[in-house]
């Protein structure tokens, strides 16, 4: 029931964006980026990141974060983030400026809910080579949801991190903390997992999401978040439940693309062509699947609202 008290507070505060056919998103989230050390597991993506941000930019998407781009737990100062992913930041700096760049915070940067934060870390950084301080993100916002709203008919479509309601990550998220900052970070650089985490676990993440599918069922709302690391995209008869999956996956990085009133699934993955060249690619996954087959709220309540144990696109996507 807590869960569902989270969600529904996060849904009323919610900042609200319009959008229509013309409109462009890019769902990303659970980056986690660090130092680039070998606790770092955004490191093994990191130019396969750089290169779709350079896709979407050129493409004119509003790059969108869900959550956990930074990983806030391992790490004491953003510097140190900054200077280990300067091209990333670069890249997300144009976003920026050209006002397509919308963050959210998740529970390992739930440190940007506090405004003063976020300006101590984010609106302007330390160039070491300039010696000087350098504009970042001066002004950016950081909101704990969304509410996309289509201009004509008025379709919702609720983003979130996901981590409301998740007791070890949301209320207890303390704890999780130190054991992160603590033991984790360096126990995992060795292979071992952290047990608080839905992305390591198949028992709890289905937990959260049958939560999930509960709420949409109730709101008859499109939910997008991330959170668990496990890409979802419904098929007919399910639940609108979409996950944009991560970016530290050792396989590549997944992504939820918004255009023309469509959703997509995307993978970005490392390739070989005929003649050994290595390529970076871009591949659909899922969709394009038009909002409105869930539009009609009558036909919610012809969906199936469980989460299998064997759910099907962990095998089919590669997700651990």
């Known amino acids: 029931m807590r869960g569902f008290n989270r969600l529904n507070e996060a849904y009323k505060n919610a900042t609200v964006i319009e959008f229509d056919k013309e409109s462009k998103y890019v769902f990303f989230g659970d980056q986690h980026r660090g130092d680039d050390s070998l606790s770092d597991e955004f490191g093994r993506n990191?130019?396969?990141f750089n290169y779709a941000l350079k896709y979407y930019y050129e493409n004119d998407f509003t790059y969108v974060e869900l959550g956990?781009?930074?990983?806030?737990?391992?790490?004491k100062k953003f510097d140190v983030i900054r200077n280990a992913h300067f091209p990333t930041f670069t890249l997300l700096r144009k976003f920026f400026l050209d006002k397509r760049l919308i963050m959210l915070f998740g529970n390992h940067n739930i440190c940007y809910r506090k405004k003063e934060r976020v300006k101590k870390d984010l609106y302007h950084v330390y160039d070491e080579y300039l010696g000087a301080c350098?504009?970042?993100?001066?002004?950016?916002?950081?909101?704990?949801a969304l509410l996309f709203k289509e201009k004509k008919t008025k379709q919702e479509l609720f983003a979130i991190h996901g981590h409301q309601g998740d007791l070890l990550n949301d209320q207890l998220y303390f704890l999780s903390f130190v054991l992160i900052r603590f033991l984790w970070r360096f126990m995992h650089v060795i292979g071992l997992k952290n047990p608080a985490s839905p992305a390591k676990s198949r028992r709890k993440r289905h937990k959260i999401e049958r939560m999930y599918a509960r709420w949409i069922h109730q709101h008859k709302t499109i939910l997008i978040c991330g959170h668990t690391h496990r890409p979802k995209f419904p098929l007919k008869g399910e639940h609108a439940y979409f996950n944009c999956g991560s970016c530290v996956n050792p396989r590549g990085i997944f992504c939820l693309?918004?255009?023309?009133?469509?959703l997509c699934l995307i993978t970005w993955r490392v390739n070989t062509k005929k003649d050994g060249t290595m390529i970076i690619k871009r591949t659909v996954l899922s969709g394009p699947l038009n909002i409105k087959e869930y539009r009609d709220k009558e036909k919610y309540d012809e969906y199936e609202y469980n989460i299998p144990d064997n759910a099907h696109?962990?095998?089919?996507?590669?997700?651990?």
Request: net charge negative.
């Open 46 to 48: 990191k130019h396969i």
């Open 257 to 262: 693309e918004l255009q023309n009133n469509h």
């Open 68 to 75: 956990d781009g930074d990983e806030m737990w391992e790490q």
């Open 134 to 144: 350098e504009d970042l993100f001066p002004g950016i916002e950081f909101h704990e």
């Open 313 to 320: 696109c962990e095998a089919d996507m590669g997700v651990e």
